[in-house]
């Protein structure tokens, strides 16, 4: 089965940047849509983004203006690109591949100073 597998979290400041990659071993473009998670309780999910097949994004309305999805189809990875970074954005983000189901093991960013 494809696995994504998700890179780059790690510890920064508030206001810092940090971007994550998230690479499938299998071509993306088998994809219709790919997209970056967090977990909620009760089995919710924040949806954070996400990128089409054809490369249309969406955005949680209230991340929209510091974070950015792209993709390098080359190179089979999506990044989130995440800017102006607080500490309440501090969690496991996880690469999904939502109508397939398919979920990388995370990637975890802290902020703090």
């Known amino acids: 089965q494809v696995q994504l597998v998700e890179s780059g979290g790690g510890l920064v400041e508030p206001g810092g940047s940090l971007t994550l990659s998230c690479t499938s071993t299998?071509?993306?473009?088998?994809?219709?849509?790919l997209g970056w998670y967090r977990r909620l309780p009760y089995g919710q999910r924040d949806v954070i983004a996400t990128i089409t097949r054809s490369g249309r994004t969406t955005y949680d309305s209230a991340l929209k203006d510091r974070f950015i999805i792209s993709r390098d189809v080359a190179k089979n990875t999506i990044y989130l690109q995440m800017n102006n970074l607080k500490p309440a954005d501090s969690d496991t983000y996880y690469c999904?591949?939502?109508?397939?189901?398919?979920w990388g093991q995370g990637a975890q960013v802290t902020v703090s100073s």
């Open positions: 999904v591949a939502p109508r397939e189901n398919i």
């Open positions: 299998g071509n993306i473009s088998s994809f219709v849509i």
